[in-house]
């Protein structure tokens, strides 16, 4: 009887480890996309970054935010979709996305946007009115997609890498709208120097979630157990506070 019982302890305690991860090594990958993930004063941090350090800490393998590594979208976005055992964030999960990643999150909503400068006093009330416009992007996007989707050709995209190049571009008139999450739009306008004030949301491509995007060769456990830490740190008090609405307001003044 004593054999049984420990052999049920046995089956019980792997089984547990199973669930809180397989202990795999992942590389994970960042771009600049404030206040989510990004770099100041020389430290990778945001709203993600800190939710997985904390993630990491929970399962007793607590990471440093220094072996999180910034790459430009387009190359981590290659990277994650060939190279086992990596993963990028944020990433936005539309439709086109579903099935080419595994996915840990939502992590928070956003929505996608196109902005324009209120001096130039642009309406815009459906894809068709874009047609005149010149509409910057970040390459392989989310906006970027969502705008291809619906029939935007891709030639007439000012498409670049970082958010930072298509501002400038938007301040000095070389393109009419930038296309972005809005969230992002007015932190890094801000960070420039900017007044985010001074622009505007003149059409909502989509409201979406964020996520931490996983290489599909991912093991479900680490996919698993991240998810179910994640939804613990949602997990409120009797005063409604949770680790996560703590991480939120470190970089979000409205939450």
Do not use: C
């Amino acid at each position: 009887m004593f054999r049984q019982l420990f052999i049920i302890l046995i089956i019980f305690l792997a089984s547990v480890t199973i669930a809180q991860g397989s202990g795999e090594k992942i590389r994970y990958m960042i771009e600049e996309n404030p206040p989510y993930n990004f770099i100041q004063d020389g430290r990778i941090q945001g709203i993600a970054v800190d939710i997985l350090l904390k993630l990491s800490e929970e399962n007793g393998q607590a990471m440093q935010a220094s072996e999180i590594e910034m790459v430009p979208w387009p190359r981590g976005y290659k990277i994650v979709q060939h190279t086992p055992h990596t993963a990028l964030f944020t990433m936005a999960r539309t439709e086109q996305r579903e099935d080419l990643f595994k996915w840990v999150g939502p992590i928070y909503e956003l929505t996608i946007g196109l902005v324009a400068s209120k001096k130039n006093n642009i309406t815009v009330n459906s894809f068709n009115d874009l047609k005149t416009l010149r509409i910057g992007t970040i390459r392989e996007g989310a906006p970027e997609q969502l705008l291809i989707q619906a029939g935007y050709p891709t030639d007439k995209l000012e498409r670049v890498t970082k958010p930072e190049q298509n501002i400038n571009k938007l301040t000095i008139g070389r393109i009419d709208l930038l296309a972005f999450n809005t969230d992002s739009t007015r932190y890094t306008m801000q960070k420039m120097g900017l007044n985010p004030n001074d622009y505007e949301t003149v059409f909502i491509l989509k409201k979406v979630h964020l996520y931490y995007a996983f290489n599909k060769e991912t093991d479900d456990a680490t996919i698993q157990w991240l998810n179910n830490g994640l939804n613990q740190l949602r997990k409120e008090d009797s005063d409604g506070n949770s680790p996560y609405k703590k991480i939120l307001s470190l970089y979000l003044d409205q939450r």
